[in-house]
């Protein structure tokens, strides 16, 4: 019988891993800072529990240390999701290889429990992400995906103002110099 913090344990253990393997002039271009295993526990403990399905978003995912450490407290707690629907951004090559494993491990976890998974892990900037989403849900007729909750540790990086981000971020009627508030915006939005 596996327990919450085993799921935890594996993903901060890829965590660590994954951080060797950065070639640390991209983390840098690319503003990341992960997210430590004790830190997840405690963002996915700030949820309240829920019966009904979950659609959460985490945007730049690393290797999905914030979506298993929700996956680990809604398995553990007594009233859990009717389902579980993760969409998980990430660019970087060495993050996405880890992240699918860590998705693979959340479905299996939730199948301990009983609760319908799907996750879906997306190899795409979420800033252009965001504003296709917001963009479609315009020109649909507001049928923009929403997700029901988000969990996320943005990238820390200032944007440039001549930028394909800022121009982006404009677009979708967002004034920010950094992504971290970018990514918080757009997740807003997408709620």
Same mark, same amino acid.
């Given at each position: 019988?596996?327990? #919450?913090?085993?799921?935890?344990?594996?993903?901060?253990?890829?965590?660590?891993?994954?951080? /060797?393997?950065?070639? /640390?002039?991209? $983390?840098?271009?690319?503003? /990341?800072?992960?997210?430590?295993?004790?830190?997840?526990?405690?963002?996915?403990?700030?949820?309240? *529990?829920?019966?009904?399905?979950?659609?959460?978003?985490?945007?730049?995912?690393? &290797?999905?240390?914030?979506?298993?450490?929700? &996956?680990?407290?809604?398995?553990? #707690?007594?009233?859990?999701?009717?389902?579980?629907?993760?969409?998980?951004?990430?660019?970087?090559?060495?993050?996405?290889?880890?992240?699918?494993?860590?998705?693979?491990?959340? #479905? #299996?976890?939730?199948?301990?429990?009983?609760?319908?998974?799907?996750?879906?892990?997306?190899? $795409?900037?979420?800033?252009?992400?965001?504003?296709?989403?917001?963009? /479609?849900?315009?020109?649909?007729?507001?049928?923009? *995906?929403?997700?029901?909750?988000?969990?996320?540790?943005?990238?820390?990086?200032?944007?440039?103002?001549?930028?394909?981000?800022?121009?982006?971020?404009?677009?979708?009627?967002?004034?920010?110099?950094?992504?971290?508030?970018?990514?918080?915006?757009?997740?807003?939005?997408?709620?």
């Amino acid at each position: 019988m596996t327990t #919450q913090h085993d799921l935890v344990n594996k993903t901060d253990a890829a965590r660590r891993e994954a951080n /060797q393997a950065l070639d /640390q002039c991209r $983390r840098s271009e690319l503003g /990341q800072f992960m997210t430590p295993g004790s830190i997840a526990t405690f963002m996915a403990s700030m949820f309240k *529990p829920t019966t009904r399905p979950v659609r959460l978003l985490d945007a730049g995912a690393g &290797v999905g240390s914030l979506v298993a450490a929700f &996956v680990a407290a809604a398995c553990a #707690q007594r009233r859990r999701p009717a389902s579980i629907e993760l969409s998980c951004y990430e660019v970087d090559a060495v993050m996405l290889a880890a992240l699918r494993r860590t998705t693979r491990w959340c #479905q #299996q976890e939730c199948a301990r429990h009983d609760i319908p998974f799907t996750g879906h892990v997306v190899d $795409r900037d979420f800033i252009e992400a965001g504003s296709a989403l917001l963009d /479609q849900g315009l020109f649909d007729g507001g049928c923009a *995906p929403r997700f029901t909750a988000a969990i996320l540790n943005p990238p820390y990086r200032k944007i440039h103002s001549a930028s394909r981000e800022r121009a982006l971020l404009r677009g979708a009627g967002i004034e920010t110099s950094n992504l971290y508030t970018a990514f918080l915006a757009f997740a807003i939005l997408l709620l």
